[in-house]
């Protein structure tokens, strides 16, 4: 699924990385702590997410995440926006919450995520 | 070649920005993607650390054509129990940390999990040193 595909399917707003738009995304990851985004292994990744804050597009970033979704409506500063353009990131902001927009992209086409085992 | 930084305790919004420039001065050298991740993942995770249970300290990185070695010095409170804190889901963070998006309980084993050696040595009231090797499958161009 294109990058344009997760916009018009979360009915965002991209903040930043137009030049994004076509690259392909094939799994997702939800999480609000970031040691859980550090413990996911998949490639071409989505990451959503409700914590709005530097650490965010950093952990993002250090994982090679291209793609940055903040939930509920929450809309990144402007500082935390540019260090994502000097990334070469996009940054797309959503109203809907993390369930609704998790499940979104899944029925429309997104699969990947991480499984573990229960201990 | 030898990096250095002075990693504050005081300031969370800067916490990463020393992975991050080890980052890509392992891209520029032109190591293997995947070991510069695991490399991003380790530094990360102990530079977290280093700055909310710490209270921040020095971190230093120092790479060759076929390894990375990272030191991560702090004078901090110390671990404990060692293996407890290696556990996953064992964490100490207060709820703001929670709130920052720390304190899953994962960070010590997402080292362990992306390093090739991992070494703890902490002292209750004295500090923590963790140092992280990663070995390069495909050797860097050399000095950057
Ligand atoms: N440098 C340190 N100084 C003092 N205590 C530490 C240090 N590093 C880790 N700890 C202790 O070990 C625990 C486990 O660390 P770990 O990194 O696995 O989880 P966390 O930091 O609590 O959460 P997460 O890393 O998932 O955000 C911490 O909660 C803390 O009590
Ligand atoms: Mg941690």
Redesign the pocket.
């Given at each position: 699924m294109k990058v344009r595909d997760i916009v018009a399917t979360l009915d965002g707003i991209l903040m930043t990385g137009e030049e994004l738009l076509d690259v392909d995304i094939q799994a997702a990851c939800g999480a609000d702590?970031?040691?859980?985004v550090?413990a996911f292994v998949k490639e071409n990744v989505v990451l959503l997410t409700g914590l709005v804050n530097p650490q965010s597009i950093r952990t993002a970033d250090l994982m090679d995440i291209r793609v940055v979704v903040y939930v509920r409506g929450k809309v990144p500063p402007k500082d935390m926006v540019a260090e994502a353009t000097r990334n070469g990131m996009a940054v797309i902001s959503t109203k809907y919450s993390m369930f609704l927009a998790c499940g979104r992209l899944y029925e429309a086409g997104i699969r990947g995520g991480g499984t573990r085992e229960i201990r | 070649m030898k990096l250095r930084y002075q990693v504050s305790g005081d300031d969370l919004s800067l916490a990463g920005k020393a992975s991050s420039e080890v980052k890509r001065a392992l891209g520029r050298l032109g190591v293997d993607p995947g070991a510069i991740k695991r490399t991003a993942v380790s530094m990360y995770?102990?530079e977290?650390?280093?700055v909310?249970?710490?209270?921040g300290?020095v971190a230093v990185a120092e790479f060759s054509p076929e390894r990375i070695v990272i030191t991560?010095e702090?004078s901090?409170?110390?671990?404990a129990d060692?293996d407890?804190?290696?556990?996953?889901g064992?964490?100490?963070?207060p709820e703001w940390?929670?709130e920052m998006?720390?304190?899953?309980?994962?960070?010590?084993?997402?080292?362990k999990r992306n390093s090739d050696e991992l070494r703890?040595e902490?002292e209750v009231g004295k500090?923590?040193t963790?140092t992280i090797v990663i070995i390069f499958s495909v050797p860097g161009g050399g000095q950057a």
């Open positions: 702590l970031m040691s859980d550090m | 995770e102990a977290m650390n280093m909310i249970h710490g209270g300290g991560m702090d901090g409170p110390g671990i060692l407890l804190a290696m556990q996953e064992y964490s100490t963070a940390i929670r998006g720390f304190g899953a309980g994962m960070g010590l084993p997402n080292m703890i902490s500090g923590t963790v």
